[in-house]
């Protein structure tokens, strides 16, 4: 009897962790990149599918769609060896599982090209890696189409950079004679192309085809609800027969929305959004070949509050409004200085050169024709807004002493302010 719970704990775990025919995977190449898929028939609300790893969980599920929980190991190494499970939850509850071997080479000769998919963003990363089983005292890594050297070492030496492609943080400091790797991040759409690593006897240790990816949204900083939006994907040269799904993520899925298998010449896939919502403003482009998912590239939009054009209205009103106030402001005070001049019996002004001994330098300077002096404040240059203005009318001086008459009632000294406010 007491081995009964035995026993009924390891039926348990034959039932919901299985490997599957497809289980056991032929050895991956070293420096290559691995995509596993789990699919299940249905999947309920409550549930949830992903990967881990020996009992770990992965960084990140890469993508979740129609069922099915995508992977992708990238660049493959001795590491990236182990058991893989993609677990069914519900309501935190293993209900299934299955179990998937990944191995890899040790080393990286082959005579045939791999391809390699990567976004381009300022987060995406290529390590690119090439370990021989021979020891060599050169290595390079070259681009073809045009044949560049990108980067090459002696053994026991620092490697040296020939551009244009700076090495990211984890290419090889030292060549320890067969293992070199050459590290690109960010990676930009037009690094696409062959790359090769090639040994001091020309043998060919490592073929990889880059295709990039990447996405853009018109306009590109953000819209109104009301206003529309084109989303593209572009995939460089070479990806044939390579088909592209626009995806919009719920959470931590995705639904289709648009899909096409690109063919010929064309490169793109767009999709256009009418409108927009709070809910809808992260999508993903995936890329995939055979029904393999190669790449995921994501975009969030930013959805402007508001309606843009109630927005825009606003802003015309109360720029009319505004330009408004300033004409009123302007003939209400060219109606005061000629109300002022008719009551003093000086019908107009003229204009001295020169200053004036009773004003000072912030002041400009107007003689009437009976001899009376009028001093208008001068506007301070550095402003850029006017935020009052002032008009005084002084004493004349007396003769060449520069004594100043006083004032009579009827030139009193008076100023006007007005203030023009900003919502």
């Avoid at 927009?276 to 975009?299: D, N």
Wanted: overall charge neutral.
């Amino acid at each position: 009897m007491s081995l009964m719970p035995w026993t009924f704990l390891i039926l348990i775990s034959v039932f919901c962790c299985r490997s599957q025919a497809e289980g056991h995977m032929p050895k991956a190449q070293h420096g290559t990149d691995v995509t596993l898929s789990c699919e299940v028939a249905s999947l309920p609300e409550s549930s949830t599918l992903q990967w881990e790893r020996e009992g770990a969980p992965t960084s990140n599920t890469t993508l979740f769609l129609n069922n099915t929980a995508y992977i992708i190991l990238h660049s493959v190494d001795q590491q990236s060896q182990g058991t893989y499970t993609c677990k069914l939850k519900q309501n935190g509850k293993v209900q299934m599982c299955w179990n998937r071997t990944v191995s890899v080479s040790e080393h990286t000769y082959s005579k045939k090209s791999f391809p390699l998919y990567r976004e381009t963003s300022n987060s995406s990363d290529l390590t690119l890696i090439c370990k021989s089983e021979k020891t060599y005292n050169r290595i390079r890594w070259q681009l073809h189409h045009p044949e560049l050297i990108m980067i090459a070492a002696e053994k026991g030496q620092k490697p040296i950079v020939n551009g244009p492609i700076e090495p990211g943080t984890h290419t090889s400091t030292s060549y320890n004679g067969r293992e070199f790797i050459f590290h690109v991040s960010p990676v930009r759409f037009n690094y696409s192309g062959i790359y090769k690593c090639v040994g001091d006897d020309q043998t060919t240790y490592s073929t990889i085809t880059l295709h990039t990816v990447r996405v853009s949204a018109d306009p590109p900083d953000g819209v109104f609800r009301n206003q529309s939006v084109v989303l593209t994907c572009e995939v460089s040269r070479g990806a044939d027969r390579a088909t592209l799904a626009w995806l919009r993520m719920e959470g931590n899925r995705a639904a289709w929305v648009k899909q096409d298998v690109l063919t010929g010449s064309k490169r793109t896939l767009s999709v256009t959004l009418k409108s927009l919502s709070e809910g809808q403003l992260l999508w993903q482009c995936a890329l995939f070949t055979e029904s393999t998912l190669r790449a995921v590239a994501p975009i969030k939009l930013r959805l402007y509050a508001g309606d843009g054009v109630v927005e825009s209205s606003v802003v015309i009103i109360t720029a009319g409004a505004v330009a408004a106030c300033v004409v009123i402001l302007l003939g209400a005070l060219l109606f005061y200085f000629q109300r002022k001049s008719a009551a003093g019996g000086q019908p107009r002004t003229e204009i001295k050169p020169g200053a004036d001994p009773c004003l000072s330098d912030s002041a400009l300077t107007y003689v009437n024709r009976d001899g009376g002096h009028v001093a208008m404040a001068k506007a301070e240059e550095e402003e850029e807004e006017l935020h009052y203005a002032s008009v005084t009318v002084r004493g004349v001086c007396d003769g060449a002493r520069g004594n100043s008459r006083k004032n009579t009632p009827g030139t009193s000294d008076s100023t006007i302010y007005s203030t023009v406010n900003f919502g």
